[in-house]
């Protein structure tokens, strides 16, 4: 009838581990969206860099992935 799910770890970067992944991986490229994962990954950039989390993608693939979104929100702007 139900179910009960309980999960450990030694530090909170588990679950920044995970929501860095959900935004890396989310498929849609609105404006908001590319905003968001923007601000969120460069928000946690030096924690990324101090723990190098197997699960995460390479810093070096977050950072060129991060270029791209701002060379797309950046076409999107208009000069007014």
């Known amino acids: 009838f139900g179910e009960v799910s309980i999960t450990t770890s ?5 679950s920044l581990t995970d929501a860095i992944i959900s935004l890396y991986t989310y498929p849609y490229e609105c404006t908001e969206q590319l905003s968001s994962r923007l601000l969120g990954i460069q928000s946690l950039w030096d ?6 989390c197997k699960e995460l ?6 950072k060129t992935k991060l270029e791209s979104d701002i060379n797309i929100l950046k076409g ?4 007014n």
């Open 10 to 14: 030694s530090t909170a970067l588990a």
């Open 76 to 79: 999107r702007q208009y000069p």
């Open 57 to 62: 993608p390479d810093i070096s693939i977050l």
């Open 47 to 52: 924690v990324l860099q101090a723990f190098h």
